[in-house]
């Protein structure tokens, strides 16, 4: 049986129906993740929830400690994580309160997030070309469909810096671009989980349209469509979790079977202790 992880984002700060409820603490490596785990079961799947920003949202996109959030979750034995965010769209046929898995995603903060768990003398390449696990995306859409939840198979999220919504001219150049939906969260922890060798898979929450629309994008417009879409996420997450559980059959989990490089006699032994749960069976 495969452990779940589920991060909330805005808007998503527990969720309903987990039994045998554990608090977990931890701390690691990479310093204090965004709260404490809530573990428990959810109809015999189990369950590891982290609310991302924080309990009370507190914790801005770029402030955020992803390599910790991740890690924490590979520590905890999670396999598949889903990452519940909000997001703006740039097509209109992609409208609020729908609902997109995205495919592929485009990257635009400044790289002062942390977004590698490699470095101190250990070098990784992971392929990426597939941020995103076709399988537990495959399943959420079906119980999403099977929810009736109108809900769209692909779609590119572009990775804003935030914490202030676009700007008009920004907004039409990404529209420009092809994006389907902007957010400013996500990209760091596809490709963290893609490191920790854990399957993930967005479902984003369209709240807006952005402001190419001609329509301000204020936060209280979001938080308004944020709780509608509360109910949806905990709904779809009780209805996919016996699914996730089963064993994964995907190339997510030897990630890092050929990303490796550095010369194994050449590599610290602080660095190597510090990424024992996620390279160790390579490099021993």
Not at 30 to 50: C, N
Not at 257 to 284: H, Q, V
Request: glycine share 8%.
């Amino acid at each position: 049986m495969s452990r779940i992880g589920i991060i909330g984002g805005s808007g998503l700060y527990k969720i309903n129906g987990l039994e045998g409820i554990k608090e977990v603490k931890l701390d690691t490596p990479f310093g204090p993740p965004s709260d404490s785990y809530i573990t428990g079961k959810l109809r015999d799947a189990e369950v590891v929830f982290l609310p991302r920003h924080g309990r009370g949202h507190r914790i801005l996109p770029s402030e955020l400690n992803y390599r910790a959030n991740i890690y924490g979750m590979k520590k905890l034995g999670v396999e598949q994580i889903i990452s519940i965010s909000a997001v703006g769209s740039f097509k209109k046929e992609l409208k609020p309160l729908d609902i997109v898995l995205p495919d592929q995603f485009v990257d635009r903060t400044n790289q002062g997030r942390k977004t590698t768990f490699f470095g101190d003398g250990i070098v990784g390449h992971i392929s990426f070309a597939e941020p995103v696990c076709s399988c537990l995306k495959d399943v959420i859409y079906k119980s999403a469909k099977g929810l009736g939840l109108n809900v769209h198979n692909k779609g590119t999220y572009l990775n804003m810096e935030g914490p202030a919504f676009s700007t008009k001219a920004e907004s039409r150049l990404y529209k420009g671009w092809g994006m389907d939906i902007i957010g400013m969260t996500n990209m760091p922890e596809a490709r963290l989980a893609r490191e920790a060798e854990i399957c993930f898979a967005t479902v984003a929450f369209v709240t807006d349209y952005d402001c190419w629309h001609e329509e301000i994008v204020t936060i209280e417009m979001v938080i308004e469509n944020l709780t509608k879409n509360v109910d949806a996420a905990k709904r779809l997450i009780k209805k996919a979790a016996p699914d996730l559980a089963k064993k994964r059959d995907c190339q997510c989990a030897e990630a890092l079977k050929y990303a490796i490089i550095t010369d194994r006699k050449l590599m610290p032994e602080d660095t190597k202790k510090k990424l024992d749960i996620i390279i160790g069976k390579y490099i021993s």
